[in-house]
């Protein structure tokens, strides 16, 4: 067996996730939701927007699963992308993101989004399923490490970096 054919048969399988909607490989998950603007929804949005990203580290630390995630205007401002990749199932990022990042969501996207429920509605997560379009192809470059585990992971670094700055000082 060659390098290259031993490589390939380590390749990790993007599968559907089992609980819900949209791929999974490892630890890491991803949606991508496309809805529709409402007139002038875009133009809310970006007079927001820098309140909402400012945003984006407080709710996401809380949430604590979440790689990244993006929403994009599309098509002249008249449709949202919005796509995630976070860890685990998703049914539960689903039930941790609305309990602890609800008033963040309502932020982007009421006023925005035609027919938003409201992120505290108890059918969100039934309405957002009809907007989800699964990814053709997705690619996560460490599909075994959790945000936790990079977080470890950048921590282990910086002390590392750190001893041995002092160690060649």
Do not use: C
């Not at 994009?72 to 602890?100: C, E, R, S």
């Amino acid at each position: 067996m060659t390098a290259q054919s031993s490589a390939r048969s380590a390749t990790p399988t993007v599968t559907r996730q089992p609980d819900g909607l949209g791929k999974r490989v490892g630890e890491v998950a991803e949606i991508t939701v496309l809805f529709d603007a409402v007139p002038g929804g875009a133009e809310r949005f970006h007079q927001n927007a820098a309140k909402i990203q400012d945003d984006a580290f407080q709710y996401e630390k809380v949430v604590g699963t979440v790689h990244d995630f993006r929403v994009t205007f599309i098509n002249n401002d008249t449709q949202v992308i919005g796509a995630v990749t976070y860890d685990g199932d998703f049914k539960p990022y689903m039930a941790d993101i609305f309990a602890n990042a609800a008033p963040w969501f309502d932020e982007m996207f009421e006023g925005v989004v035609e027919g938003w429920p409201g992120a505290t509605s108890p059918n969100i997560v039934d309405w957002l399923a009809t907007k989800i379009v699964e990814a053709d192809m997705w690619y996560a470059s460490n599909p075994t490490m959790t945000v936790e585990d990079t977080t470890k992971a950048q921590k282990v670094t910086q002390a590392f970096n750190a001893l041995l700055d002092t160690a060649s000082s």
